[in-house]
């Protein structure tokens, strides 16, 4: 089993550079085969989750390849399999995407249900509510979605929920349908956007991606498309607050600045000095911060999968520090595993309230899913002596390269096979 072995205190240095958004790559993926043609996706992060998925594309008879290390051609000219249900599907919670270019596309889908990072319930409920009004049957029995329909017909949705997953899912089927469908109270992040883009590069027509109401004229047909995928705003976010935590002058680049607004307004509040620029930002950290309040919330409000990494961040501030958590009902876990390090934090339902301490401590931890991985990573990098991370299959599902990106900015952290 791998481990990842981190010496921290040191400061680090330099410049990273950031993947394609993993959360934009796993919705595109899915998409392309709606095109019927041939489509190349540059950009791609190379992590587990494109690996997962292109395997799964690969099973239900669409050729796909990789040109380069982040680039997929994938053709889905062929006959195409509309039974997903097979191990990788499982594996990954995005397959969920296969309902909706499926449902478009060939009017069925039978698609295992998804898995994924477990940080409490994960309904599907609003998907599948988007395909029945757009005239979808559903089923759904032994962990398999059923879906088929004589024709999909344009509808008004509104979601109950902002729901990034329901909105990619019914854009992708309203893509293809009868008429025109209009999604109220639509989530607005980055990736929803790129999904949208992505589709009007195959002869979609969506318009209002990146607002709460997006209106899809529905078209007969796609074709293929080449697209760049746009930079993993998680990822980048990630690394400006290891930078800010260990300590250093580190440069995020090949990002959307835009993106980072809610983040970087925070940790210019806790005293980080922040420069933005064309395509970058530069952190420059003392190490020594104040704490802060953070409410995590859909886009543009501060993203719940930077919640586990600034909890790290801010165990190591002065002060008492709380965060309130509004999107997933149970994403503490890893609590216990920062306490391990001599974080001071109390839960109470989506409440955490934490007491700063003056150093955290390396110790013994386990990457409880992907970002709690990667908030043990941060915390490491600052912690006295040595911390191992067990479990990494979680951070390696979204991180592409963590240690050589973090070994090029000064940080001491190797993976360790133990077999
Ligand atoms: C996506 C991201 C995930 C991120 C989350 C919130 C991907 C592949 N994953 O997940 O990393 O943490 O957005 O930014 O893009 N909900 C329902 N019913 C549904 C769907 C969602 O009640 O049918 C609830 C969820 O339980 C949750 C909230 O809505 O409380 C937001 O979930 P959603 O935005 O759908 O998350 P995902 O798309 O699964």
Redesign the pocket.
């Known amino acids: 089993m791998e481990k990842l072995v981190i010496t921290g205190g040191k400061r680090l240095n330099g410049d990273v550079f950031i993947s394609g958004a993993?959360?934009?790559a796993?919705?595109i993926i899915p998409a392309a085969i709606m095109s019927g043609g041939v489509c190349i996706i540059e950009n791609l992060p190379n992590i587990e989750?494109v690996a997962s998925l292109r395997s799964t594309l690969n099973k239900m008879g669409a050729v796909c390849e990789y040109v380069d290390k982040h680039t997929l051609k994938i053709d889905s000219s062929g006959n195409i399999n509309t039974s997903a249900v097979f191990e990788e599907v499982r594996k990954?919670?995005?397959s969920?995407?296969l309902l909706g270019a499926l449902l478009g596309k060939y009017k069925k889908a039978e698609v295992a249900m998804p898995g994924?990072?477990n940080?409490?319930?994960?309904?599907?409920?609003?998907?599948?509510?988007g395909f029945k009004l757009l005239g979808a049957k559903v089923n759904v029995s032994n962990g398999i979605v059923t879906l088929s329909a004589e024709h999909l017909k344009g509808a008004q949705i509104y979601m109950?929920?902002?729901?990034?997953?329901?909105?990619?899912n019914i854009m992708l089927a309203a893509s293809m349908a009868e008429g025109t469908t209009i999604i109220e109270n639509a989530?607005k992040?980055p990736?929803v956007v790129d999904t949208a883009n992505f589709l009007n590069m195959m002869g979609a027509n969506i318009k209002g991606a990146g607002t709460d109401i997006i209106r899809i004229r529905g078209v007969k047909e796609l074709h293929g498309a080449e697209y760049t995928i746009i930079p993993d705003q998680?990822e980048a976010g990630t690394y400006m607050i290891a930078a800010a935590m260990a300590g250093g002058d580190v440069t995020v680049r090949n990002i959307i600045p835009k993106h980072m607004d809610s983040l970087t307004a925070k940790l210019a509040e806790m005293g980080v000095e922040i420069e933005k620029n064309d395509d970058s930002i530069r952190v420059i950290s003392s190490g020594q911060l104040e704490g802060a309040n953070i409410k995590?919330m859909?886009?543009p409000g501060f993203?719940?999968?930077l919640q586990p990494q600034m909890t790290a961040l801010l165990s190591g501030c002065h002060g008492i520090s709380v965060v309130t958590e509004n999107?997933?009902?149970n994403r503490y876990q890893y609590v216990d595993e920062l306490r391990q390090l001599g974080a001071r934090i109390t839960v109470e339902s989506r409440v955490a309230m934490i007491q700063g301490v003056e150093r955290l401590k390396g110790a013994k931890v386990s990457a409880t899913d992907?970002?709690a991985g990667a908030a043990m990573v941060v915390a490491g990098l600052s912690a006295e002596g040595v911390t191992e991370i067990d479990n990494i299959k979680y951070i390696d599902r979204g991180y592409e390269d963590i240690e050589e990106k973090l070994s090029n900015i000064g940080a001491d952290i190797k993976r360790v096979n133990e077999d």
């Open positions: 993993k959360n934009a796993v919705a989750d990954i919670r995005a969920y995407y994924g990072c940080f409490g319930t994960r309904p599907i409920d609003l998907h599948l509510k109950d929920q902002v729901s990034v997953g329901a909105t990619i989530a992040e990736h998680i995590t859909s886009y993203p719940t999968d999107v997933w009902d992907l970002r």
